[in-house]
């Protein structure tokens, strides 16, 4: 488990992150969210011993990381896979680690090929394309088969096969009871792979929660009704408790409304003798319910393309 208790980092008069707090439970994937310069990266540097914060604890398994002895067998991670010896081979740079961190070396060979880079184990690193740096940098994490992983942006530089394997790979890590901290930008992924979410905005916590209830925050959530008597249909709902969209400029007549489920929609429809052409549930996307907790928070915001 990793805890995080008023989390506090100043750079001279910046806060980077500001009185953060959230648990990450094993057994599941934690994806963590947040805008550019929101204080991501900081916060993995904090809670893996790379940072020491101005205020606040991050802790692992209960205790500092820095004071777990042998670091890689409590904690695996990756921030950068471009964080690497160029000139030594891929089974060269994982045998240092194990050598260091009192693994035996077996492991080196067994996470090489789970990962994908047998055939590559005598390769120089400097040779590898982003994609085989993130494998190797997965493989490391693994190398002491640790309870807790942390992994920042991994499927950068991923082929489609690569970013499936990857996928499945987080799955099966917490299926096992580990904890899985997932720090992306991809909204995708995280819809396809997090359990929970941890979303941070200028180093503060916007939300901790499960995808679903995160996702369900949106305003973009709603029912698509379909009728040739919107109007009427719009009165209805509206009397009944409801919230109407004006029907799309496209003249189908197709509403949006909130604040009534699709069933008692439709029943009410039945009820006035409104003809329904269509009745559909809307979710929202993860992305919209990010850009929209998110938007105070965004630091560099681009203008409109011309």
Do not use: C
Request: cysteine-free; hydrophobic content about 45%.
């Amino acid at each position: 488990m990793i805890e995080v208790k008023e989390l506090t980092k100043h750079y001279g008069g910046r806060t980077a992150v500001d009185r953060l707090t959230f648990t990450v439970r094993p057994g599941r994937v934690t994806g963590f969210l947040g805008p550019n310069g929101a204080g991501k990266t900081t916060t993995l540097r904090m809670i893996l011993g790379l940072d020491a914060p101005t205020a606040g604890t991050a802790t692992v398994g209960g205790l500092p990381f820095r004071t777990h002895p042998r670091g890689l067998r409590h904690v695996g991670a990756l921030l950068d896979a471009n964080q690497v010896h160029g000139g030594r081979s891929a089974a060269a740079h994982l045998s240092a680690l194990a050598r260091s961190n009192g693994i035996p070396l077996r492991r080196v060979d067994e996470v090489l090929r789970e990962v994908g880079l047998a055939e590559a184990a005598a390769r120089r690193i400097g040779g590898f394309s982003l994609g085989m740096k993130q494998r190797l940098g997965i493989a490391s994490a693994l190398l002491g088969d640790p309870p807790v992983l942390v992994f920042d942006e991994p499927v950068n530089g991923m082929d489609p096969e690569g970013v499936l394997w990857m996928r499945r790979l987080f799955r099966r890590l917490a299926a096992e009871g580990r904890t899985v901290l997932l720090s992306s930008h991809l909204m995708s992924e995280m819809g396809h792979t997090a359990d929970d979410l941890v979303v941070i905005g200028r180093g503060r916590l916007i939300a901790a929660e499960p995808v679903g209830e995160f996702a369900a925050r949106s305003a973009g959530r709603g029912v698509v009704v379909g009728t040739r008597q919107a109007a009427e249909l719009a009165a209805v709902l509206t009397a009944a408790g409801g919230s109407v969209a004006p029907p799309d400029p496209a003249g189908t007549g197709r509403l949006t409304v909130t604040g009534l489920p699709a069933d008692r929609i439709g029943a009410l429809a039945l009820e006035h003798r409104i003809l329904l052409d269509e009745l559909t549930t809307r979710n929202a996307s993860l992305e919209e319910a990010f850009m929209e907790l998110t938007a105070d928070s965004v630091e560099y915001l681009a203008g409109e393309p011309r």
